[in-house]
C-alpha cells in the first residue's frame, strides 16, 4: 500500500461538463502520474508531475489538464468531458527504489453519458 | 516510441499447474526495466515482479518467475503452483531508465484458473 487514494471512485457526468479527478498520496512522492485503461490498450499516460507545479504530457494528453499545487495533491481535469473520455482512470506514484517502478491507487471509474 | 505486445488476449491454467504468460517489447535503449502487473478483479494494480534490463539472472518472487531473453526482447512471465487467487489480468510494463517517465504497457492477458 504506497498511500495513494483517488476521488471519487465512480462517476457518471454529461458530454460537455467539466471533470475533476483528485489523486492524494501521504508519502511524499515526487513524481506522479494519470493513466487511462481502455480495453485492447492496457494502461496509457495522460499527464505527469516531477513536482509542485512541474507537470509534462503524456501519450494521450488531448483533452486532459493537469495541475499539482502541494506534493501530495496531483488532479486531473476534463474541461469538456466527452464520450470518448469514458475510462477507468488510474493515479500513480514512482516509488523510491532503484528500479523506477510505480505504484498505483484504486482507480476510478469514469462514465460519460 | 517504445511498445508492448502481449499476444496471448485469454489463457488458462489448471489449478496447481504452471502457466507461462508471453510479452515482448521493442526499445532501442540499453537501460530500462521490465514489470509485471496483476489487475485482480478489484481492479487494484499490483507489482508482481521487476527486473532489470542490466541484469542477466532472472528475476523470481516466490512462485513467480521470469524468462528474460534481452536479445529476443522477451519478457514471459511463469506462474508455478497456480492458485485460485492467480486470476486476473496481468500487464507486462516497460519502464524506462533515468528520469524518462514514459512507461508503456501491453494490452493484458487475462488469466482463468480452473478448479
Known amino acids: 500500500d504506497a498511500g495513494i487514494t483517488q476521488s471519487p471512485r465512480h462517476k457518471v457526468t454529461e458530454t460537455g461538463t467539466p471533470v475533476t479527478l483528485r489523486c492524494h498520496q501521504t508519502?511524499?512522492?515526487?513524481?506522479m502520474y494519470w493513466y487511462r485503461q481502455d480495453p485492447g490498450h492496457g494502461l496509457r499516460l495522460i499527464h505527469y508531475?516531477?513536482?509542485?507545479?512541474?507537470?509534462d504530457k503524456g501519450e494521450v494528453s488531448d483533452g486532459y489538464s493537469v495541475s499539482r499545487s502541494k506534493t501530495e495533491d496531483f488532479l486531473l481535469t476534463l474541461e469538456s468531458a466527452t464520450s470518448s473520455q469514458t475510462s477507468v482512470y488510474f493515479c500513480?506514484?514512482?516509488?523510491?527504489?532503484?528500479?523506477?517502478?510505480?505504484?498505483f491507487g484504486p482507480g476510478t471509474r469514469l462514465t460519460v453519458l | 516510441a517504445q511498445t508492448v505486445t502481449q499476444s496471448q488476449p485469454e489463457m488458462s491454467v489448471q489449478e496447481a499447474e504452471t502457466v507461462t504468460l508471453s510479452c515482448t517489447y521493442d526499445?532501442?535503449?540499453?537501460?530500462?526495466?521490465l514489470f509485471w502487473y496483476k489487475q485482480p478483479p478489484s481492479r487494484q494494480m499490483i507489482l508482481v515482479i521487476r527486473?532489470?534490463?542490466?541484469?542477466?539472472q532472472n528475476a523470481t518472487e516466490n512462485r513467480f518467475s521470469v524468462n528474460f531473453q534481452k536479445a529476443a526482447k522477451s519478457f514471459s512471465l511463469k506462474i508455478s503452483d497456480s492458485q485460485l487467487g492467480d486470476a486476473a489480468m496481468y500487464f507486462c510494463?516497460?519502464?524506462?531508465?533515468?528520469?524518462?517517465?514514459?512507461?508503456?504497457f501491453g494490452a493484458g492477458t487475462r488469466l482463468t484458473v480452473k478448479p
Open positions: 500513480a506514484i514512482r516509488g523510491q527504489g532503484a528500479y523506477n517502478e510505480q505504484f
Open positions: 508519502e511524499n512522492h515526487r513524481y
Open positions: 508531475s516531477y513536482g509542485v507545479k512541474d507537470t
Open positions: 526499445t532501442s535503449e540499453s537501460d530500462y526495466y
Open positions: 527486473q532489470e534490463a542490466y541484469k542477466q
Open positions: 510494463a516497460y519502464g524506462p531508465g533515468g528520469n524518462n517517465n514514459d512507461m508503456r
